[in-house]
């Protein structure tokens, strides 16, 4: 069974750089055709794809966040990270992983998805 975890700190103050990191359990994120993905769903809206990076280590991003994002992966440890710098209050949101067989990067819900996380709540303020 796939099991992803999101891991990061809740509270972010803004013009920082907020960094979460996904463990990936089940599964390679090196050795598999797939596309390890970031997510968001702000309060009241809708879900938000951000990024992924594939299993070769190749990086894809949002055009409207692509200027603050960066998504970096550790094999050894069979872990994803994202940055996202600059933070406003407008970032706080509830972050997922997960893991994609193609680049859904408008998705309606989780479910287009194979696995994902449980998915962490991210407050920027001061």
């Known amino acids: 069974q796939v099991q992803l975890q999101e891991s990061g700190p809740g509270l972010v103050k803004p013009s920082q750089t907020l960094s979460l990191t996904c463990t990936v359990s089940g599964d390679s994120i090196a050795t598999n055709v797939f596309y390890w993905t970031w997510l968001r769903q702000p309060p009241g809206k809708g879900l938000e794809w951000m990024g992924a990076?594939?299993?070769?280590?190749?990086?894809y991003y949002s055009p409207s966040l692509k200027s603050r994002t960066s998504i970096s992966r550790d094999t050894s440890k069979n872990q994803f990270t994202l940055r996202l710098s600059s933070v406003t209050p407008e970032d706080t949101a509830v972050y997922y992983c997960a893991r994609d067989r193609r680049l859904h990067t408008t998705p309606r819900n989780l479910y287009e998805y194979d696995f994902w996380g449980q998915g962490t709540q991210v407050t920027v303020s001061s």
């Open positions: 990076i594939s299993y070769s280590g190749s990086a």
